[in-house]
């Protein structure tokens, strides 16, 4: 069955970098772009990043570009963000989701999530 | 604020019809199929329609959605307990080349 597996949440002091990772299985990984959306703690869902199934495009939400970059591994089955110049307001959990060919946009799989806390 | 916009709330009654709106513009509701999401408290997001009122394995009939210019809507029929929840748009803006959830809809039901 198809599993999404993040990692490497934690406390984090302002400025400072954090890298998060996805373990991807049970799915023709290399088949599908992936996602990182995020939810603060009890706000609403908000997209970080998105990455195609070959890794040759990206992109980002405006609050985040030029500090957060996503990259993938079709041979290990991962998809990572790295969060440099973190803020208080990137205290969130982050999670990963799997968006399949053809959906148009749709996460059909979340990972629980890694929560992440920017604080001094 | 949300380029998308949701009620931030909404309830109904057991059996009851119940609808969620989620506004946009051209650049996003307008050139692109919305998808919506469930989560439910301490869980994450629920692919509940997606690419023209499809429905992943196991979603219910009950949900549907509609479109219309540069809004969208979800449909909730047959309103049950286990619905109460938060509901979530979602679309990709050709303009700003990222996605946008709406800010969530808290649905009640009495």
């Known amino acids: 069955q198809v599993q999404l597996v993040e990692s490497g949440g934690g406390v984090v002091q302002p400025g400072r970098s954090l890298r998060l990772s996805c373990a991807a299985s049970?799915?023709?990984?290399?088949?599908?772009?992936m996602h990182w959306v995020r939810q603060a703690p009890g706000k609403g869902l908000e997209w970080v990043s998105m990455i195609w199934f070959d890794g040759s495009n990206t992109y980002y939400a405006d609050s985040v570009k030029g500090r957060f970059t996503i990259s993938r591994d079709n041979s290990k089955n991962t998809v990572d963000l790295q969060m440099n110049s973190l803020r208080a307001e990137d205290t969130a959990v982050y999670h990963c989701a799997r968006d399949p060919p053809s959906s148009g946009y749709a996460f059909d799989y979340w990972g629980q999530g890694t929560l992440v806390t920017v604080s001094s | 604020q949300s380029v998308l916009t949701q009620p931030p709330s909404a309830s109904g009654t057991p059996g009851q019809r119940v609808t969620i709106s989620c506004s946009g513009s051209s650049s996003n509701i307008g050139s692109n199929t919305v998808n919506w999401y469930q989560q439910l408290p301490g869980t994450a997001p629920k692919l509940l329609i997606y690419n023209n009122n499809q429905r992943p394995s196991g979603v219910p009939d009950r949900f549907s959605d509609s479109k219309s210019g540069t809004s969208a809507s979800l449909a909730i029929s047959g309103l049950q307990s286990e619905d109460e929840a938060d509901y979530y748009c979602?679309?990709?803006?050709?303009?700003?080349?990222?996605?946008?959830f709406g800010g969530g809809t808290k649905l009640t039901v009495l």
């Open positions: 049970g799915f023709s990984f290399s088949s599908s772009a």
């Open positions: 979602a679309t990709w803006d050709d303009s700003l080349k990222t996605l946008l």
